[in-house]
């Protein structure tokens, strides 16, 4: 399967750096010193808590793809930081973190949402993005529920160079991944914890 994992649109980060507000709700954003891990939602890495500064503001990440809205907090960090762009692979700092991975299919219509181990990223992505009629998947924070990034197919109006690319559907593991609705998988305390 070839994917990406997008982050939000640059110059919407870029917009909030320069007004200090949500693009989108026009209010205000919040401005600290990270206590948390994050991640930083444009170039999709940790924070380093304590250290880098960070903006926190209001992101709907259904824009251009339905007309019903999620609004939901996140955060990026305050300076400028290069957007994770990367094809076929799936961000190193990412993959340790809590994640929930959601299967959406026309107008968002939510089919399942998953708990992903690290070992099962890859063939996760391959096996739901390879269910027909699911059109992207939303990464989420399993224990703050927060939107983090979306993973699409490659298609053939990517470019030729990410179209080119080739991906291995396990460079991580060859555990064997859980069926959906296997009642052996794993069991998820699930709570609110700030990131
Ligand atoms: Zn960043």
Same mark, same amino acid.
């Given at each position: 399967?070839?994917?990406?994992?997008?982050?939000?649109?640059?110059?919407?980060?870029?917009?909030?750096?320069?007004?200090?507000?949500?693009?989108?709700?026009?209010?205000?954003?919040?401005?600290?010193?990270?206590?948390?891990?994050?991640?930083?939602?444009?170039?999709?890495?940790?924070?380093?808590?304590?250290?880098?500064?960070?903006?926190?503001?209001?992101?709907?990440?259904?824009?251009?793809?339905?007309?019903?809205?999620?609004?939901?907090?996140?955060?990026?960090?305050?300076?400028?930081?290069?957007?994770?762009? !990367?094809?076929?692979?799936? &961000?190193?700092?990412? #993959?340790? $973190?809590? =994640?929930?991975?959601?299967? /959406?299919?026309?107008? %968002?219509?939510?089919?399942?949402?998953?708990?992903?181990? !690290?070992?099962?990223?890859? &063939?996760?992505?391959? #096996?739901? $993005?390879? =269910?027909?009629?699911?059109? /992207?998947?939303?990464? %989420?924070?399993?224990?703050?529920?927060?939107?983090?990034?979306?993973?699409?197919?490659?298609?053939?109006?990517?470019?030729?160079?990410?179209?080119?690319?080739?991906?291995?559907?396990?460079?991580?593991?060859?555990?064997?991944?859980?069926?959906?609705?296997?009642?052996?998988?794993?069991?998820?305390?699930?709570?609110?914890?700030?990131?």
């Amino acid at each position: 399967m070839r994917y990406r994992v997008v982050s939000i649109p640059p110059a919407l980060a870029q917009e909030v750096r320069a007004t200090g507000k949500s693009p989108q709700y026009g209010h205000p954003a919040h401005s600290e010193v990270a206590t948390g891990y994050g991640p930083c939602r444009q170039c999709l890495r940790s924070f380093h808590q304590g250290e880098e500064r960070r903006w926190l503001f209001t992101y709907n990440p259904f824009e251009k793809l339905t007309d019903y809205p999620s609004p939901g907090p996140i955060f990026i960090h305050e300076s400028e930081c290069r957007s994770f762009d !990367a094809v076929c692979e799936f &961000p190193p700092e990412l #993959r340790d $973190l809590p =994640l929930m991975f959601e299967a /959406y299919e026309r107008d %968002r219509w939510l089919l399942l949402h998953e708990p992903v181990m !690290a070992a099962e990223i890859e &063939p996760t992505i391959s #096996r739901l $993005l390879g =269910l027909p009629s699911v059109e /992207y998947l939303h990464v %989420r924070n399993r224990e703050a529920g927060c939107y983090i990034a979306r993973v699409e197919r490659i298609t053939e109006n990517d470019a030729p160079s990410a179209q080119a690319a080739l991906c291995s559907t396990r460079p991580h593991s060859t555990e064997v991944v859980s069926e959906i609705g296997d009642p052996s998988g794993p069991q998820i305390p699930y709570a609110l914890r700030r990131t």
